[in-house]
């Protein structure tokens, strides 16, 4: 089944949206149709499953008005997404699919460039082109004077892919950590992507070498975040510096590029003392610290400045990371907050794993 994504301002266009959804997963078994209206999980944050159904969509229909195209907001940010993603097709390749529903013209130089699907003067000669854009083979019949279908067959979830990569620890049985990891779930699927090295981003601030993820270049992240990867977790010996509003934050566990939140870095300076302290293995103490990671971007659980023993602790002084990770699990506080569900299970498998 094609992968579909639907795009839409909320204020503007949302019972429009709602008609082509139902339009096009009106053809059981062709279109697997993602729009947040329908498709978002509740808990959850909404950005990564974005992101994510974006760059996993063979098609991206973007519902275009008068309204929508001076709004800026989600829709424009999905549309960047878009935009994105199809740099990385060939011109006569088609991804991006603006299908207006009144006559405008949209600020992106992008779109201005692509063939429009016009949904006027006439909605049922305007949605059989769309329909045939899609799928060629589709003997198009407006749902309106079609037979009721049945519903499409919900679809096998796709896991979030993780990529992790030792930038300079040489953690020779990284394979073997994967492989278990992957064994003992299966919301998330752990890979190790290849990635060039990082060279000389290092530098000295109050007499301790620092890795300054600031001067990691856009252009490096836009070339190693691949399509089909949902998180990048790169590895580094040194505490993290970052550079924000003319000031440089020092001696950080971890922190996200400057240019792209799924590209995050994590230290493991001092983690074998702080991993031997709590009773457990330096394997086990990357893996606490990514899945502190995983819990902030995929849900809407941040971190909490108390010491409570959690895993979202955040941990000021460092040698604090050691009572969480003798616990390895949510504070009453923040599993009362974290959604049930098959992540929810994933994250606690993730805690309690134990390399062997």
Not at 2 to 11: E, L
Not at 83 to 107: A, E, G, H, M
Not at 120 to 143: A, C, H, R, V, Y
Not at 157 to 178: F, Q, T, W
């Amino acid at each position: 089944m094609k992968k579909i994504f639907i795009s839409y301002s909320w204020k503007h266009d949302t019972v429009n949206a709602e008609k082509v959804y139902a339009a096009v997963t009106s053809f059981p078994g062709k279109f697997n149709v993602w729009m947040d209206k329908e498709s978002l999980e509740g808990g959850l944050e909404w950005r990564p499953a974005i992101i994510k159904a974006i760059r996993q969509a063979k098609y991206f229909i973007a519902i275009l008005s008068p309204g929508s195209v001076k709004k800026i907001g989600v829709t424009n940010a999905e549309l960047y997404e878009a935009i994105d993603v199809l740099k990385q097709y060939p011109p006569n390749k088609i991804y991006l699919v603006p299908t207006r529903i009144k006559n405008c013209t949209s600020p992106f130089e992008q779109l201005a460039k692509l063939n429009y699907v016009d949904l006027f003067p006439d909605w049922d000669q305007g949605m059989e082109k769309l329909i045939k854009t899609l799928d060629k083979t589709i003997n198009f019949k407006s749902p309106s004077r079609s037979s009721k279908q049945k519903p499409a067959k919900t679809l096998k979830r796709i896991p979030d892919k993780i990529g992790l990569v030792d930038l300079d620890i040489k953690i020779s049985n990284l394979p073997k950590v994967v492989s278990q990891l992957n064994r003992i779930q299966k919301y998330f699927l752990f890979t190790i992507p290849d990635m060039k090295p990082i060279r000389n981003k290092t530098e000295i601030i109050d007499d301790v070498k620092n890795f300054n993820v600031s001067k990691v270049s856009k252009s490096y992240i836009k070339n190693n975040l691949h399509l089909d990867t949902d998180f990048i977790a790169c590895f580094i010996q040194y505490p993290l510096a970052f550079e924000e509003d003319h000031k440089l934050l020092y001696n950080y566990f971890s922190g996200p590029s400057d240019y792209d939140e799924r590209f995050m870095f994590i230290s493991s300076d001092q983690l074998e003392q702080f991993s031997k302290n709590a009773g457990r293995k330096f394997e086990e103490g990357l893996i606490y610290m990514l899945v502190g990671q995983l819990i902030y971007y995929f849900t809407k659980t941040e971190f909490h400045d108390q010491i409570r023993g959690c895993i979202m602790d955040f941990c000021e002084t460092r040698s604090d990371i050691v009572r969480g990770f003798k616990k390895r699990k949510l504070c009453a506080s923040c599993n009362k907050n974290f959604p049930e569900g098959e992540l929810k299970e994933a994250i606690n498998t993730l805690l309690n794993w134990k390399y062997v």
